[in-house]
């Protein structure tokens, strides 16, 4: 899988699973709606009081995993960032292209959009009896 098709693969799956690093350093995850930018950037919107927008305040690093039900998966890491100007027009653009029915949210300030620009992603597939991880490449 090369970046663009985890693009695709990401757009297809639409959703995953967000781990950030709660106040005493244990793991919080949520499963939630997920696009992505043509840049390859993760966007996800979430409630301002949220836990996951309080430790992404406090520490930026986030793993997301994305897929399973279909035997292939997607784990990136990466750093997450509340984006503001051209960079939040990008975001709320692929964002509500993939979910237009979040518009009125989005628009109406009810939620944050946070932005993730991932260092490190692996696909792994294992529909066949020899399981195949691939190391993706990342711009």
């Given at each position: ?11 297809g ?28 950037e ?24 994305v ?73």
């Amino acid at each position: 899988m090369d970046h663009s098709e985890m693009i695709e693969y990401v757009r297809g799956q639409r959703a995953g699973t967000v781990s950030t690093i709660g106040p005493g350093g244990a793991p919080q995850a949520a499963y939630l709606t997920l696009a992505i930018t043509g840049r390859g950037e993760f966007v996800f919107d979430a409630k301002p009081d949220s836990r996951k927008v309080a430790n992404l305040r406090r520490d930026g690093r986030i793993a997301i995993v994305v897929g399973g039900a279909d035997g292939t998966t997607l784990q990136c890491e990466g750093a997450t960032d509340f984006p503001a100007g051209t960079g939040l027009d990008r975001c709320k653009a692929a964002y509500l292209a993939a979910f237009p029915e979040f518009t009125e949210s989005i628009d109406g300030g009810g939620v944050v959009v946070l932005r993730v620009v991932p260092t490190w992603a692996r696909f792994g597939d294992f529909r066949s009896g020899t399981p195949e991880l691939r190391e993706i490449r990342l711009p």
